[in-house]
């Protein structure tokens, strides 16, 4: 069995449900707290044991090469100033070997893929895409990298969603079950409202075998007029088995507004110089709102408000 040692990091999309702040910056580059998305993507990889990442990028995306590139100017500075914990985490970036190739033409997650061809060939490979961090005690491609060399088959990374949000994503038809692994009949990509196969969604996750080249090289396009990487497992699985892996961790969709409100909420919270400014600005914003519950409201009289971040950070 081949291991899996190189992996895609699509990146070369419009990001329109960013704009206007995509217009000139990446999507992949907007930070959470104070890393840009890709880098939570590259160091689950690197953590994951791969050894060779591809990043697709596309036009106006030179800010995602720049961030993993060296910055002399900004490193000697921080030198100079003695911010050595900065200057550290700067140099982090710059330390991970990956290639760049450009999509000329956004058109779709499955020709993106294609466009790594050559760098990947005759390997299984991952796919880790931009728009799904994963927190997890095991990184999640590390979950499926295991699962994979047990079963030397595709792997997507599924987890469930609830009914009324199928229609956003890749939805596997399950044959049988083996606790967290599935055998996959099939996949929809974004199934109409009450013709989910499943509540099992594709987020973000995929280990694949050099195969799937043969099947983009004529893959059409399918939903949105993209070339729908999901359409081209769907017929892998005619030919081979797939597998998806119902990964463990929380999974946050930081591709929507809302989603990447609340998953920067969320890491601030679990940041612990955050934790209690963050926690209290919620809290009187809740009151100011008057959208707390009065059992809150109740315990908040009881007590001073301004005692409640160091309480709450322990
Ligand atoms: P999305 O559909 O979420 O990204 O694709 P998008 O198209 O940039 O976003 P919206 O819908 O316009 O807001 C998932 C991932 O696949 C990449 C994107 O960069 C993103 O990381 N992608 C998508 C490509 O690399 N090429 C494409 O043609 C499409």
Redo the contacts with the bound molecule.
């Keep these: 069995m081949q291991k899996v040692k190189k992996a895609i ?10 704009l206007p702040a ?1 217009k000139a910056m ?3 580059m907007l930070p959470i707290i104070d890393k840009p998305t890709i880098q939570y993507i590259v160091e689950e990889a690197v953590e994951s044991g791969i050894e060779d990442i591809i990043i ?1 990028t ?1 036009k106006g995306k030179r800010a995602i090469e720049d961030h993993f590139d060296h910055a002399f100017e900004l490193e000697s500075n921080l030198e100079m100033k003695g911010k050595l914990k900065l200057l550290e985490e700067v140099q982090r970036t710059s330390k991970v070997d990956i290639h760049y190739i450009r ?1 000329k ?5 499955g ?2 893929v294609w466009c790594a061809r050559r760098f990947i060939g005759q390997e299984p490979f991952a796919v880790l ?3 799904d961090i994963v927190r997890a005690e095991t990184p999640c491609l590390k979950q499926m990298i295991t699962q994979y060399e047990a079963v030397s088959s595709a792997i997507l990374g599924v987890q469930p969603v609830p009914d009324g949000e199928t229609g956003r994503y890749g939805i596997v038809a399950p044959a049988s079950q083996n606790g967290r692994l599935y055998e996959v009949a099939g996949l929809v990509e974004k199934p109409p409202a009450g013709q989910a196969p499943s509540n099992l969604a594709i987020l ?1 996750r995929y280990i694949l075998p050099p195969e799937i080249f043969g099947i983009l090289d004529s893959q059409e396009e399918g939903s949105g007029g ?2 729908q990487l999901t359409d081209a497992i769907a017929r892998l699985a005619l030919e081979q088995q797939v597998y998806a892996y119902n990964f463990q961790g929380t999974r946050y969709d930081v ?2 507004k809302l989603g990447f409100i609340l998953t920067t909420l969320d890491f601030a919270v679990a940041n612990p110089e955050l934790r209690g400014a963050t926690l209290k600005a919620i809290q009187e914003l809740l009151v100011k709102e008057g959208a707390a519950p009065e059992i809150f409201l109740r315990d908040l009289r009881a007590r001073d408000v301004s005692d409640w971040s160091s309480r709450s950070t322990g």
């Excluded at 990146?11 to 329109?16: D, E, K, S």
């Design positions: 990091i699509p990146a070369a999309g419009l990001g329109t449900r960013f995509t990446p999507k992949e697709v596309g999509q033409e956004p058109k779709g997650l020709h993106a895409l931009g728009d973000g993209e070339i591709g929507e």
